[in-house]
């Protein structure tokens, strides 16, 4: 993600950037977010699938499920990372930052 903003290829100018786990008070279990980077009142959210399929809309659903637990943040982002591509839906949207393997390999 370091990459991506240097490149201007990032929805969110962000200064910070970490993993997130704890507890969803609503549901009641352990909750996991890959990344969340973030500056002030905006966040991009990240989640990162390294198997055999290409990344579907299911993923996409579970990741902004879990950044509602974040209302801090009047402005959400979006970004997946696979190694194996993604779906025609994923693929059609333009309001999603999608990496692939060769992009997260480039030196």
């Keep these: 993600m370091w990459r991506a903003l240097k490149a201007q290829r990032s929805p ?8 997130w786990w704890g507890t969803n008070p609503k ?8 990344f969340i980077a973030f500056s002030k009142e905006t966040a991009l959210f990240g989640e990162c699938k390294w198997r055999g399929e ?12 879990k950044s ?5 943040f009047r402005r959400k982002e979006y970004a997946l990372f ?8 994923l693929r ?3 309001d999603l930052l999608l990496i692939g393997a060769e992009e997260m390999f480039e030196v």
């Design 12 to 19: 969110v100018s962000f200064q910070k950037i970490g993993r």
């Design 27 to 34: 549901e009641r279990r352990e909750e996991e977010i890959d």
């Design 54 to 65: 290409r990344v579907g809309e299911d993923v996409l659903a579970d990741l902004m499920r």
């Design 68 to 72: 509602e637990l974040f209302p801090q």
């Design 82 to 89: 696979s190694k194996n591509g993604f779906s025609q839906a």
């Design 92 to 94: 059609g949207r333009e």
